[in-house]
């Protein structure tokens, strides 16, 4: 991006003008070089190199992902797993034998090979081994100071880490449960776990829960990292959208997703665009408005107990997200937050909150729009029935009311019409209380 726009005003003029606030900030900090500093650094290559193990412990022994055939899990990730070296994350076959075997089998596929094109392997081969190099050229073209990322100097400490804290989450999994019993690892602070409440609660599935920490969740809006899981007899599920397709599939008669093609696709592409919604716009100011009440309140009292996650196995790399969230749930008057802003000064710049939560309410309201404009044609998101569709869009608003957004009937008539609906179904309205209940 540096390299294309001189400046980045320049940059900032070539984003097209109807791109929410919260998706131009985030283009920025990319052509900014996204990490400014050390810290952030190191935390990006431990925590990537760490989600690599958990495939390379999935690679043992198989040629593939899913039953030893290729399948769409494969091409879905290898794409991925080529943007490691581009990024500054060397994959080595010390590190990593199983991957480096997977990916040059891979590539040997007739139609992936076919796939990628003379300019994408120049351009990759580039960044590959002359990253710095690029990086140095980017920054004279534009004025930034962006440090390249060398991810050789962290993934041996991500290996030790990664190992300490065990392969993945299948080792987490209980093992007394029968057939037929359903367990959900349960984050309170996350739609997705309410989704499939709520899908479990339409199927007439009895579940049981076990409970999270919701620190989990901080700085993960693009994906799960393997933290959404359900559990159904000695099958394990991870990974939000595969959890909420293998509840309406396995579990009871009535189908939430449609098998007619069409309806099918609408309904996944209201998955896609709740979520799509979510990571963009309510997960920043979510942190900030909600979450982060949730960790002060439990830090308040003992500070000292926040800043040992530092040395955390398990949170060390994500340590400054959650400090960041504590310190915007704090005021200048809390004892606490002198000391914070003596001891963390630059976590400080640019603390406020209200203007970035004022503008995501502002792109909401024209998310909010879409559904309006969908529900003026019929009763639900996908024709005449309840789907999967209602159901995650359901959970996903009543956290967008938590942000302080009225969709009331003056200002979204067809969405409040279609939410007191379905709240005279009481699982809809135990799911509702459930959530407002966790937050008051």
Known sequence: MRLAHEKKENFMAWLPSSLPKAAKDNNLRIFKGLLDRKEEIIAHGLQSYKNLYFLE????????????????????VYPRILS???????ITTEHF???????????????????????????????????RLTVLLANWTSGENSV??????????????????????LQKCSEDIGPDD????????????????????????????VSCDNLDLIGRPYGSGQIYRIQHGRRLVWGPRAMLEYIDEAIGDKAYIPHDPYKRAQVQCWKAWEQAMHATEIAPAFEVQVLSKIVSKRYKQDIDDLLSLKNNLKYSDKFTGILKVHIAGLSPTDVDYRRLQEQFPHLF??????GMVAATLKTLQGRLQHIEETLSSHPFLV?????????????RLAFVQLLGLDISEKNFPK??????????????????????????
Not at 148 to 169: V, W
């Open 148 to 169: 390249p990322l060398c991810g050789l100097k962290y993934i041996d400490r991500a290996k030790a880490e990664a190992l300490a804290l065990g392969q993945g989450h």
């Open 349 to 354: 710049i640019g603390t406020g909150t209200a």
């Open 415 to 440: 969405i409040a019409s279609w939410i007191s609906k379905l709240k005279e179904n009481p699982n809809f309205q135990s799911v509702f209380d459930g959530i407002v209940q966790e937050f008051l």
């Open 383 to 395: 024709g005449d029935e309840v789907t999967y569709a209602d159901i995650c869009v359901f959970c």
């Open 57 to 76: 412990n999935a690679l043992e022994g198989k040629r593939y992902l899913v039953d030893n055939r290729l399948t769409a899990a494969d091409t879905s």
């Open 84 to 90: 490691y070296p581009t990024a500054g994350l060397p």
């Open 182 to 209: 359903v367990i959900l690892y349960d984050y309170t602070a996350s739609a997705e776990c309410w989704q499939a409440k709520l899908l479990l609660l339409e199927k007439g599935q009895k579940f049981q829960t």
């Open 97 to 131: 034998p199983n991957i480096c075997r997977y990916m040059k089998r891979l590539a040997n596929e007739p139609f992936i090979g076919k796939s990628r094109s003379f300019q994408d392997k120049v351009l990759r081969f580039l960044f590959e081994k002359l990253q």
